[in-house]
């Protein structure tokens, strides 16, 4: 999955990539919207990012109807 996150400054968007979600110690593959969990991303700035910074999720184009 792809995300970018936006940067307040000058509102552009870097892609970051997630890579892996970890759910009570376990991999999965998705959550619940209401479930948190550790996820590891890849990017541009992803180990910069901060607790207060929004990420969108990119739509993905194979699955638009």
Known sequence: MEL???APWNR???????VAIE???RQVDQLDTM???KVT???AG???L?????????PDASESP
């Not at 901060?50 to 990119?58: G, H, K, N």
């Open 4 to 6: 970018h996150r936006l």
């Open 12 to 18: 552009t968007a870097s892609p970051l990539t997630l």
């Open 23 to 25: 759910w009570y110690g």
């Open 35 to 37: 479930h948190s969990a």
């Open 41 to 43: 991303l890849t990017g």
């Open 46 to 48: 992803a180990d910069s």
């Open 50 to 58: 901060a607790v207060w910074e929004v990420l969108d999720s990119v």
